[in-house]
């Protein structure tokens, strides 16, 4: 945020980058990424201004963040970090993305505690919370729409939700059921020759 | 020890957050609603909208419920319980995944995960509504979500924390 004409000059080679470099380029991101989104803040960061990596190794990595336990910001943060400087890269970058916000929640926590009874700051949060949801419909329908094909898809994503959202079932034992039984519904050589692209990389 | 019992929730939700934040919000309101009475309905909703004030990962909630079972160190705790499990696997997963490369499973993995994450996150507005969605004014909620939703999936590009921050105003104007 601060130097981008340094970065401009800087060759695309990852071993040199600093440990400070990496908090700082994740404290910006942290600092500036609102309401989600922050995979275009990432990308815009990490490939088009600083150059730590190239598209493909962009992807490479979202893939691992979104496959795995935890969020895309801070599972992108730990595994960008380690690429360039091993555990600490990891570490000032997670500790650059999470600091900004992690200062605000706590900041605005203590205030509403001292505030609970405030009908005004009631009223606030109210409003933040209604139009939350419509964000995360917004989201979430971006999502299954980019990602989503096949009319099995959409069987799958009616089970989870009447799951955990109707019969309540704990989510350990909905990602241990239906979990194993989408992958063996999409095992390799099943279902159709492949439409999707997705299946594309050639074997080695 | 209400430290104790921040650490084993927040790290078992931290395991268990496959498709990100959004995706283990019913499972968050349960245990810290329902098993641990931490939390009212209400004491979520205003936490999760705190969250949404800030910039950065959309989870930092979970300092907020730290803080208000146990103060600073129980923000502290919440806060690293909920992302150091996820952020290790994550650490680990990368340096073993090129072995994966091209291997059919990974992408069988993807394509089945990826409709549950799905799920998983339709699951997690719900859980918002419920708590969001209520009251004597809950038809003015439902308008403030429906608009918001029509200008972002419909409309171009528009900025989401400005929508979030127009809700707040709007609701200090319509929710008093």
Known sequence: MSEPARAETRPPVAARVGVLEIFLTFLAIGATSFGGGVVAYLRNSLVTKK????????????????????????????IVGDRLRGIPGAVAGFIGITLPGAIIVFVLALCYASNSG???VNAVLKGVGAASVGLLLAVTLQIGHKQLEHYLDMILVAVTLVLVSFVHVPLLYVLLTVGPIAVLLYRPRSLKPD????????LD | MELLRILGVFSLLSILAIGGGTAVLPEMKTMTIDQQH???????????????????????????????????????????AFFAPACLIAIATSRVWNHFEGSPWRLAIQRGMAPIVVGLMLAGTIAIARTAIVGEKSQICLAFASVVFVLLYFGKKMNPAVLILAGGLMGLIFLR
């Open chain 2, 38 to 80: 931490w939390l009212t309905e209400a004491q979520f909703r205003d936490i999760y909208a705190i969250g949404q004030l800030a910039p950065g990962p959309n989870m930092l909630m979970v300092i907020a419920i730290g803080n208000k079972v146990a103060g600073l160190p129980g923000a502290l705790v919440a806060f690293l």
């Open chain 1, 118 to 120: 405030n009908a005004a």
């Open chain 1, 195 to 202: 439409t999707s692209g997705l299946d594309k990389k050639p």
């Open chain 1, 51 to 78: 150059k730590w990596l190239d598209d493909e190794g962009f992807l490479a990595a979202l893939e691992i963040s979104q496959a795995l336990p935890g969020l895309n910001a801070t599972n992108m943060s730990v």
